[in-house]
């Protein structure tokens, strides 16, 4: 099921609309990374996408089920192990309680088996680094088993190794669970190598202005791919500077 | 551009050993890390056991042992000296000594014993009493606005109210019985509890909230599950002060009320001493009652806290 926004506005008490005029179709199983600077309004979308928010304007649909979320910080519960962590997001995901304890920590076993932390269950979430905490905080969003997985800036506040690291992990798990990914960013480069389309929003209000479509070409080419870098970033600076008076 | 650059070196590295393979993902580099998948899953490993904690051994630290004790004593050995200088009558100020005596033979006759039990019992059931009552009246009114908004200042004045202002009409309800002191002992300790967890709640970052919604927690699980455990430092002090108010409230209600079918606590022996004039078991009631109020922060209160702020990672630092 796509994930269609049409003319979706935004805005807080009387203030300035954050979003306007909002239109972007997301394809089922694809990974759409959302570029905007800083303060355009991404998170504001993505809270909206998860229904954490209502949009003022315009019309949403997403899948009944929801949406799975995975935040800057990573937003583990520190009262909770890795492990608990994941199971508590299998056991609230589970509304019939048609699921048994032995079931779930099963499940909780193969998911931190994907994210390669199958040693590491048992840590409590300050005793993990930045990078750990993240690919427990994605095994628990792959935890609730939806099909729309949203992600806002989860990589920002990671060094650059752990974070082309956590790059290929997150493009291996995609292709083996085939979720669709609404990636936000403010990284150009990061979203050249995620995303198979780059959706440009606008700053205030925001609005999508722009749109690359990241062919395989891009990805093995890394001439190809910085000529994409380069265009995009031009035309971001192009949107910051419309601003400054 | 320069932040390609870097993740190319950063990519380099990884594969480095092989020059060809160097060269070859130099040429068909996409801003990706290259490499094949079982060095990169070294790489990974490495840089988890790099990053991470690992485990210190915790061993006993026997400054908090000898530094209590050691302030103990200096302060015992003042309170001999004063004594010694002689300024008052020996009987309005006894001195260590003669107050260890009286102890000594209250213990004899049983007195001792019975006082501390009966005001233990009937502060521990008191309290687990107003535990269960408070709980999910806090969390209740944490949860839901209007309640809050209605019934908040009522409770922070409950709170402000002394307890022993409850006495008088506890005793009119229910004669000299035992229900006039649980009664004021669930006055004193119900209310703190209350702001405790409310307070304890107010400090959640609003991050949880939103990953519950997100993980689908209905409000019953988001109360218990999420909010609850996450303020579980602030509850705990909430706690703490309720047994505080409950064995303040207990003494206070014991004092006064004495005879009927009351038993035999610390405040009646403090009541009694009172009424003989008899410093010395004065002094060892009010002891008693310090004492008791320590052990329990120790024996109880101190390893929970320490337990729950040791598994948050909060205790790196703090003095404890």
């Given at each position: 099921?796509?994930?269609?926004?049409?003319?979706?506005?935004?805005?807080?008490?009387?203030?300035?609309?954050?979003?306007?005029?909002?239109?972007?179709?997301?394809?089922?199983?694809?990974?759409?990374?959302?570029?905007?600077?800083?303060?355009?309004?991404?998170?504001?979308?993505?809270?909206?996408?998860?229904?954490?928010?209502?949009?003022?304007?315009?019309?949403?649909?997403?899948?009944?089920?929801?949406?799975?979320?995975?935040?800057?910080?990573?937003?583990?519960?520190p009262?909770?192990?890795?492990?608990?962590?994941?199971?508590?997001?299998?056991?609230?995901?589970?509304?019939?309680?048609?699921?048994?304890?032995?079931?779930?920590?099963?499940?909780?076993?193969?998911?931190?088996?994907?994210?390669?932390?199958?040693?590491?269950?048992?840590?409590?979430?300050?005793?993990?680094?930045?990078?750990?905490?993240?690919?427990?905080?994605?095994?628990?969003?792959?935890?609730?088993?939806?099909?729309?997985?949203?992600?806002?800036?989860?990589?920002?506040?990671?060094?650059?190794?752990?974070?082309?690291?956590?790059?290929?992990?997150?493009?291996?798990?995609?292709?083996?669970?085939?979720?669709?990914?609404?990636?936000?960013?403010?990284?150009?480069?990061?979203?050249?190598?995620?995303?198979?389309?780059?959706?440009?929003?606008?700053?205030?209000?925001?609005?999508?202005?722009?749109?690359?479509n990241?062919?395989?070409?891009h990805?093995t080419?890394?001439?190809?791919?910085?000529?994409?870098?380069?265009?995009?970033?031009?035309?971001?600076?192009?949107?910051?500077?419309?601003?400054?008076? | 551009?320069?932040?390609?650059?870097?993740?190319?070196?950063?990519?380099?590295?990884?594969?480095?050993?092989?020059?060809?393979?160097?060269?070859?993902?130099?040429?068909?580099?996409?801003?990706?890390?290259?490499g094949?998948?079982?060095?990169?899953?070294?790489?990974?490993?490495?840089?988890?056991?790099?990053q991470?904690?690992?485990?210190?051994?915790?061993?006993?630290?026997?400054?908090?042992?000898?530094?209590?004790?050691?302030?103990?004593?200096?302060?015992?050995?003042?309170?001999?000296?004063?004594?010694?200088?002689?300024?008052?009558?020996?009987?309005?100020?006894?001195?260590?000594?003669?107050?260890?005596?009286?102890?000594?033979?209250?213990?004899?006759?049983?007195?001792?014993?019975?006082?501390?039990?009966?005001?233990?019992?009937?502060?521990?059931?008191?309290?687990?009493?107003?535990?269960?009552?408070?709980?999910?009246?806090?969390?209740?009114?944490?949860?839901?606005?209007?309640?809050?908004?209605?019934?908040?200042?009522?409770?922070?004045?409950?709170?402000?109210?002394?307890?022993?202002?409850?006495?008088?009409?506890?005793?009119?309800?229910?004669?000299?019985?035992d229900?006039?002191?649980?009664?004021v002992?669930?006055?004193?300790?119900i209310?703190?509890?209350?702001?405790?967890l409310?307070?304890?709640?107010?400090?959640?970052?609003?991050?949880?909230?939103?990953?519950?919604?997100?993980?689908?927690?209905?409000?019953?699980?988001?109360?218990?599950?999420?909010?609850?455990?996450?303020?579980?430092?602030?509850?705990?002090?909430?706690?703490?002060?309720?047994?505080?108010?409950?064995?303040?409230?207990?003494?206070?209600?014991?004092?006064?009320?004495?005879?009927?079918?009351?038993?035999?606590?610390?405040?009646?022996?403090?009541?009694?001493?009172?009424?003989?004039?008899?410093m010395?078991?004065?002094?060892?009631?009010?002891?008693?009652?310090?004492?008791?109020?320590?052990?329990?922060?120790?024996?109880?209160?101190?390893?929970?806290?320490?337990?729950?702020?040791?598994?948050?990672?909060?205790?790196?630092?703090?003095?404890?």
């Amino acid at each position: 099921m796509p994930v269609v926004l049409e003319h979706l506005g935004k805005r807080f008490g009387d203030g300035a609309p954050v979003l306007d005029d909002v239109n972007a179709t997301i394809q089922q199983g694809e990974f759409v990374a959302l570029l905007g600077a800083s303060g355009c309004g991404k998170s504001t979308l993505l809270n909206i996408l998860a229904g954490l928010d209502q949009p003022t304007s315009g019309a949403l649909e997403v899948p009944s089920d929801g949406a799975a979320f995975m935040f800057q910080d990573s937003a583990l519960f520190p009262w909770l192990t890795a492990r608990g962590n994941i199971e508590l997001a299998l056991k609230l995901a589970d509304k019939s309680g048609s699921t048994s304890k032995a079931s779930r920590a099963a499940r909780t076993g193969e998911l931190l088996d994907l994210v390669h932390l199958g040693g590491a269950g048992d840590k409590r979430p300050h005793e993990l680094s930045g990078g750990m905490r993240q690919r427990v905080a994605l095994a628990r969003a792959l935890a609730q088993d939806r099909q729309l997985l949203l992600m806002d800036e989860p990589f920002a506040a990671l060094d650059a190794i752990t974070r082309d690291l956590l790059h290929d992990e997150l493009e291996r798990i995609w292709k083996e669970t085939g979720r669709t990914i609404v990636f936000v960013t403010h990284n150009v480069r990061e979203a050249v190598r995620l995303g198979q389309r780059v959706l440009l929003l606008s700053s205030r209000p925001g609005r999508v202005v722009a749109e690359w479509n990241v062919s395989e070409e891009h990805r093995t080419d890394a001439g190809r791919a910085g000529e994409l870098t380069g265009t995009i970033t031009r035309r971001l600076r192009e949107e910051i500077r419309r601003h400054a008076n | 551009m320069p932040i390609e650059q870097e993740t190319r070196l950063a990519g380099e590295s990884t594969g480095a050993e092989n020059a060809e393979q160097a060269s070859e993902s130099r040429h068909i580099t996409s801003p990706s890390l290259k490499g094949n998948p079982d060095e990169l899953r070294d790489l990974e490993a490495g840089l988890d056991k790099l990053q991470s904690d690992s485990h210190r051994k915790a061993r006993i630290d026997w400054t908090r042992v000898i530094l209590p004790i050691a302030a103990l004593l200096v302060l015992i050995l003042a309170w001999q000296f004063y004594v010694s200088l002689g300024f008052k009558r020996r009987d309005q100020v006894p001195g260590p000594l003669d107050v260890l005596g009286q102890f000594g033979a209250l213990w004899a006759e049983g007195k001792a014993q019975e006082a501390v039990l009966t005001s233990l019992q009937r502060g521990v059931i008191g309290f687990l009493i107003s535990v269960a009552v408070a709980t999910p009246l806090g969390l209740l009114l944490a949860q839901v606005q209007p309640l809050r908004r209605a019934f908040g200042p009522l409770i922070s004045g409950l709170q402000v109210l002394p307890s022993v202002a409850w006495v008088p009409a506890a005793i009119i309800w229910f004669g000299l019985s035992d229900g006039t002191v649980y009664f004021v002992v669930l006055m004193g300790a119900i209310p703190s509890i209350i702001n405790g967890l409310i307070s304890g709640v107010d400090q959640i970052p609003p991050q949880y909230r939103s990953v519950g919604k997100v993980l689908g927690a209905s409000r019953l699980q988001m109360a218990l599950q999420i909010v609850l455990p996450a303020a579980l430092p602030g509850y705990l002090g909430g706690l703490k002060q309720g047994w505080a108010f409950s064995w303040r409230s207990l003494m206070a209600a014991e004092i006064i009320a004495v005879g009927g079918t009351i038993g035999f606590g610390l405040g009646s022996l403090l009541d009694q001493g009172r009424t003989l004039s008899d410093m010395a078991t004065v002094m060892s009631a009010i002891l008693a009652i310090l004492f008791v109020g320590i052990l329990i922060e120790l024996v109880v209160f101190a390893p929970i806290e320490r337990r729950l702020l040791l598994r948050r990672g909060l205790l790196a630092g703090s003095t404890r």
